[in-house]
């Protein structure tokens, strides 16, 4: 049964996690280094109107760190087929389906330890959740939910490169304008017309406003007119239901189709 082999392969790769700590603690440093660098460093030449710019920045890294967190199903599905490690999968009595379900949920638990240890250095540096528990565990949920979901666009990234190489220069590509090009660090009426058009239309700025204002910190900020970001929660939930309804099935049909690299 594909659910009862999905989770054979998510325990599959929790313990390959745990003997490789050195992955874990690489994948938290990289968004502790942006909470200091922007809060501490960058934060006193960076105001926003309405609110405190610690504030206003937490909601970013989150929505950062979960996007780029994302990136460890392709490169580890990448990584999987150079090594013969799908073949051998599929020789096996297993459904399809379950590499990938274990490959994404896995990640999905890495993501998760990601956030608490992020919301832990948010508080130390001066971050507070300002609303009721129901919303921040719908911010929370939120944020795994557009992770889960975009997970799934790079483990189809990470079977279509050539080698594992190439995955990290690919996905960077796709997540540096997504990420930056946004409102997750500056309010993106301060960028050029262009750029401020696709901020505002960009998904990632509806998920960093969706938690900024479940987590109450948004404050008197204005708030642009796109409809995206005017109803932010709709927005990502319904952008990631598409990208499961298109990437999920994608991603079965390339891993039916690969071949020994």
Known sequence: MWLSDGWMMTWRNLIKMRRSPDMVIFAVL????????????????????????????????????????????????????????????????????????????????????????????????????????????????????????????????????????????????????????????VQSSNLPTPLRIFADWNPVSALVHAARTLFGNQGTAPVPDAWTIQHAVPTVVIGAIVMLCIFVPLCIRKFASISTR
């Open 30 to 185: 990289q968004p502790i280094m942006f909470v200091v660098l922007f809060s501490q460093i960058y934060g006193g030449s960076i105001s926003v109107q309405g609110t405190d710019y610690t504030q206003y920045l937490m909601a970013g890294i989150f929505a950062q760190t979960v996007v780029f967190g994302a990136t460890f199903s392709g490169a580890a599905m990448a990584q999987d087929l150079k090594d013969g490690i799908i073949d051998r999968f599929r020789t096996l009595p297993m459904s399809g389906s379950a590499v990938l379900i274990g490959r994404t949920n896995s990640d999905l638990v890495l993501n998760a330890i990601s956030m608490v240890i992020m919301m832990a250095t948010g508080f130390v540096v001066g971050w507070r959740v300002t609303t009721p528990w129901s919303h921040f565990l719908a911010g929370l949920g939120l944020l795994m939910l557009f992770a889960y979901a975009f997970s799934w666009v790079m483990a189809l990234l990470g079977m279509s490169v050539r080698s594992p190489e190439v995955i990290n220069n690919a996905s960077f590509m796709i997540l540096f304008p997504l990420t930056f090009i946004s409102n997750a660090f």
